[in-house]
């Protein structure tokens, strides 16, 4: 193992993260805070309890999933984009690394920023609501798998992409639907049977339902499921990795 | 010497059928500066991307210090640094930065000392923590270089270090490489500049449509340099070499003329007795004129003949 090459991409990824502090961690807050205002005040004093959870604490895992699922998938991906972009994946291609070794660099990085947002989101949720956390080791442990997974999916997107477009294209029209739609901000049981039905194909409903079920004891679906779910997500991405490292796809000609 | 670089039966074609390369043989000695020469598309490029693991080969096989490129990559790469043709940096790093990125990729643990002094050699100290984007083309030309030296390669890949700079710079360039040469570095440099390969090569290497014309001592070629032909144009055109004229190095041109090749630099280059046994062959003289081919004219040549 090229321990130093690692530690050299994950420091120069994080670097970026700090050099751009704003962008990359206030936003978060600043959007998190937004929908606390307008879901959890406005619209959450008309809604008493869902599932026996004040409305204002039941959102909180699905925003904060909503939040790390962008955030690592859309780090990962530019982060591997951007030295394809600019040229300087030569450097990557000609050092003493192996494809394995790129994959831990970047999608540890990606994932750690997305951890740290993750918890300032949990931190910022405290000042909005009163929340206690029945299963803390459940809940991190689903943090880290989410953000590792999906670092894992942006990077697959990041060597993919032959342009931004292609790289905004997949956070926006295909995360962020399956994250609203995946029961970010209801139970699934509130929809129409035949929607629950259907809601059930959105691979997104087990990661936050598994998640909820951390804070609050209860889920949509039972937690073997989630904890399946991640798995099966986590294993299709090593998978296509794997494949990208043995042919090369994009990135060695 | 030692052979530090070995490619053996390198060919490479592109998925669309493209053959950049066609069967390279290359052998490098360490500690020597080889400049290959070639037009654009030659193959230059691929060559040194198949080297230095940006690309793969079709077939061949290459040894970089005695190791195998594609199966002991980590030992072979650790002995390459590569200086890319395009100037591609992170804009926003700064130097340092960029420079301990490399650095870490390498398997090297963080040492700004040895940075530093690499810095210094390319007269980049004073930029150190300015942000790329704010240097101008050459000085982001010699953080490339900075780059690419800071795991201590032992063969350094120039690929067209002078391409789009100006003459001080191109200068400047030499004098590195020529420093580098003095380290022990082994250097490979592309160019299409003759007058850059003869100022810094040991031995110059010609590539054209993907494969290697010719690998030879720089000073062999200067050598060849120093013939000069002397053509004879004659009143009555001859279509072979006469029997008295056999013991002077002749050809019959084109036109039915007479060529002489003689070396110049010598002190007796035998025109006064070869004019006077012209006279007694019964030749009649047209006119005469003197023609030198240049490094130019030899790589040029070759790579017409390469393309005919």
């Known amino acids: 193992m090229n321990w130093n090459a690692i530690a050299a991409i994950y420091r120069f990824e994080m670097a970026r993260t700090f050099r751009t502090l704003v962008q990359s961690v206030i936003s978060p807050v600043l959007s998190t805070s937004l929908y606390f205002i307008v879901f959890g005040a406005a619209i959450g004093s008309r809604i008493d309890q869902v599932e026996g959870v004040s409305y204002g604490a039941f959102i909180v895992p699905g925003l904060i999933m909503l939040t790390v699922l962008t955030q690592s998938t859309s780090n990962a991906s530019f982060g591997i984009y951007f030295p394809k972009f600019i040229g300087t994946v030569y450097e990557l291609l000609s050092a003493p690394i192996s494809f394995y070794e790129i994959v831990i660099g970047y999608v540890g990085a990606a994932a750690t920023k997305a951890f740290m947002i993750g918890i300032i989101i949990l931190i910022t949720a405290h000042f909005f609501v009163d929340l206690t956390i029945a299963h803390p080791v459940w809940m991190l442990l689903f943090l880290v798998l989410t953000c590792i997974s999906f670092a894992l999916l942006g990077f697959i997107i990041g060597i993919w992409a032959g342009n931004f477009e292609q790289l905004q294209l997949v956070p926006m029209l295909v995360i962020t639907p399956l994250v609203f739609l995946g029961g970010s901000f209801y139970s699934i049981s509130m929809l129409p049977p035949v929607w629950q039905t259907i809601t059930l194909f959105n691979p997104v409903v087990y990661l936050i339902s598994g998640f909820r079920w951390a804070f609050f004891g209860q889920a949509d679906v039972a937690l073997g499921w989630s904890v399946a779910a991640i798995v099966i997500f986590m294993a299709a991405c090593l998978f296509t990795i794997g494949w990208i490292f043995r042919t090369g796809y994009k990135l060695r000609s | ?308």
């Open chain 2, 1 to 308: 010497m030692a052979t530090v670089l070995n490619v053996k039966g390198v060919t490479k074609t592109y998925e669309g059928g493209h053959q950049a390369l066609k069967g390279v043989n290359l052998e490098i000695e360490e500690g020597e500066i080889l400049a290959l020469l070639g037009p654009n598309g030659a193959g230059k490029t691929t060559l040194i991307s198949i080297i230095c693991g940006i690309s793969t080969a079709s077939a061949g096989r290459i040894t970089v210090g005695g190791y195998d490129h594609a199966r002991d990559y980590r030992a072979a790469r650790n002995l390459i640094g590569l200086v890319p043709q395009e100037i591609n940096l992170e804009p926003f790093e700064t130097v340092m930065n960029s420079v301990r990125f490399s650095r870490g990729l390498f398997g090297k643990p963080r040492d700004d000392g040895r940075i530093e002094e690499i810095l210094k050699l390319l007269s980049l100290h004073d930029k150190k923590d300015n942000r790329i984007m704010t240097l101008s083309g050459g000085m982001k030309r010699r953080v490339l270089i900075a780059k690419a030296l800071c795991h201590d390669p032992k063969i350094l890949f120039l690929d067209e270090p002078t391409a789009g700079v100006d003459v001080e710079l191109r200068k400047d360039m030499w004098e590195i490489v020529a420093r580098l040469k003095e380290t022990g570095v082994t250097v490979i440099l592309t160019t299409h500049y003759i007058e850059e390969a003869e100022a810094m090569a040991d031995r110059i290497g010609v590539i054209s449509k993907g494969e290697i014309l010719l690998v030879e001592e720089k000073d062999a070629l200067i050598k060849r340099l120093g013939q000069k032909e002397l053509l004879i144009e004659l009143d009555a055109p001859i279509d072979a070499v006469p029997e008295a004229l056999s013991s002077y190095p002749l050809t019959v041109s084109d036109e039915g003329g007479l060529i002489y090749a003689y070396d110049a630099q010598a002190g007796h280059t035998g025109i006064t007795g070869l004019l006077a046994d012209l006279r007694e062959a019964g030749l009649h003289l047209a006119d005469l004129s003197t023609r030198q081919s240049s490094l130019e004219d030899i790589f040029v040549d070759l790579v017409k003949e390469d393309a005919a």
